[in-house]
Structures are given as structure tokens and as C-alpha cells.
């Protein structure tokens, strides 16, 4: 079964996960990284959240997306950053143009994530840097009423993310160095299961582990979660639905 996602039938709200979050540590994170670089590249941009906080601090910043409509949601946001309409595995860049690349909840989407490497190798200069920022669920740390109340997608997670420990392996296998991982984000979150379905919280489109189901698959979820709501109200309780994630960030360097 194809379980890509379709990013153009969001790119109108994809951005609303911003309001719903503070992402602050992994500016700060991304912010660090860019330090000594005033050239930078996000591959898998959408619409250029991160790279219009770059370009408040003045740094030259490039986006690439597949996304049509990601890119021009970005460009009506802001005419700062450039963007180019182009995949991950074939990046329309000369050798060398940019000190660092980076993607922060891509990596996983790439349809030849080694290819990537490789592109990200010949676009970037010598002792440039690359960060990739993403979930690790073969760490078992996490708690999601996603993988709750739809058990297939947990492992549909682990075919789609590579974890840390194999990224790392892939920046050493493709001329990268010094590959390191550190915790990007730590994100609990729990709330009113009732809450959450009555302002769209649970909508389909809100994420790419609801996104890669089928209807069939998402209807069923949500009815097995209507039950658990209905339960719980008839003994006079609020069911409650959490999280506990961790994004993490690993970077590595070119000699």
C-alpha cells in the first residue's frame, strides 16, 4: 500500500502546528548550527516556517520542496527566502554553493534518503554541515494517542524513520563526520479527548501519521475512540488523550 502524503491538500494549514507549539529549542538548535555560515539550505521547506526565522537574522536562505502548493503558501507569507520547486534526490544546485542543508520533519518523506546524502555531499562546501531533525520511534520512549487509537500506525512509523543510530550510520557511509545526536524537543501534551475532536485537534490532516491512513483505517480509530468518550461520560469522567515525544537532531560535517 502507498503510504505517501499528499503535502499540497494541507499546505493552506499546515502551518497551524506552529500556533499549537512552542518550537523554540530547535530554533535555538538550528540557529547554533548556522553559526560560521551565512549560506544555508533547507530541503523539504513546505512553506518556509524555519527559513523566514533565518532570514530575521540575516542569513541567505534557500528552500526546496516537491510541493507546489507549500511553495507558494511560503511565498505569499514572505518574499524573503527563495524557494525552488525541486526533490531532495535531485537538488538544482551547482557543487559547493552552501555551508550548511538542513531538514526538520522531512527526512522521513524522502522517497531515496541516500541519494539525498549524496546531494547534500556535493551542494555543500568543504567543512559544512548537515542537520536532519525528526522522530525516533524505535526508541520506545514514546506515548502518542496516535499509536493508541490506531495501533498500524506505530510500525507504519518505524518503516518510514530511519532512527538516529541509522542516520548517523548513513552521514559516516555517504563522506560525513562526526555525526552527533541530541534532543531537539521534548513534547507532552495531554487534554480533553472531547476537547480535541470539537476543535479539530484529531482531523485527519493535522499530521502525517493520521494522513497516511485510509479513511477506513482513520474512521475506525476515531470510532473506537467516540466509545471510549462515551464511556467515560456516561460514568461522569472526561477521557483524556496524551503525548510524550522526543524530536531529535543529528548533525555531522564534512572534512
Not at 9 to 34: K, N
Not at 132 to 160: M, N, S
Not at 172 to 185: D, P
Not at 189 to 194: D, F, H
Request: glycine share 8%.
Amino acid at each position: 500500500m502507498n503510504r505517501s502524503v499528499d503535502y499540497d491538500a494541507v499546505a493552506e494549514i499546515y502551518d497551524r502546528r506552529y500556533d499549537r507549539r512552542d518550537y523554540g529549542p530547535v530554533l535555538q538548535l538550528l540557529l547554533s548550527f548556522g553559526q560560521g555560515s551565512r549560506h544555508i539550505l533547507e530541503v523539504g521547506c513546505g512553506s518556509g516556517h524555519w527559513l523566514q526565522e533565518l532570514a530575521k537574522q540575516g542569513y541567505d536562505v534557500v528552500g526546496l520542496d516537491p510541493s507546489s502548493s507549500m511553495l507558494r503558501t511560503g511565498k505569499h507569507k514572505s518574499r524573503q527566502p527563495s524557494f525552488v520547486q525541486a526533490w531532495a534526490e535531485a537538488i538544482p544546485c551547482r557543487q559547493a554553493l552552501f555551508g550548511r542543508v538542513f531538514c526538520i520533519n522531512a527526512f522521513h518523506d524522502m522517497v531515496d534518503q541516500r541519494r539525498f546524502l549524496t546531494e547534500a555531499h556535493r551542494i555543500l562546501h568543504p567543512g559544512g554541515g548537515i542537520m536532519i531533525v525528526g522522530l525516533d520511534p524505535h526508541t520506545g520512549l514514546d506515548c502518542w494517542w496516535i499509536y493508541d487509537y490506531f495501533p498500524q500506525v506505530i510500525e507504519i512509523d518505524k518503516k518510514r524513520y530511519p532512527s538516529t543510530g541509522q542516520i548517523r550510520s548513513l552521514m559516516a557511509a555517504y563522506g560525513f563526520v562526526s555525526a552527533s545526536t541530541v534532543e531537539a524537543l521534548h513534547m507532552p501534551l495531554q487534554m480533553s479527548a472531547r476537547l480535541a475532536l470539537e476543535t479539530g485537534r484529531l482531523a485527519k490532516t493535522t499530521t502525517s501519521q493520521l494522513m497516511v491512513l485510509t479513511d477506513d483505517e482513520y474512521d475506525e480509530g476515531i470510532r473506537h475512540l467516540m466509545r471510549n468518550i462515551e464511556i467515560n461520560e456516561a460514568q461522569h469522567k472526561a477521557l483524556t488523550i496524551g503525548a510524550d515525544l522526543h524530536l531529535y537532531a543529528t548533525t555531522a560535517w564534512l572534512p
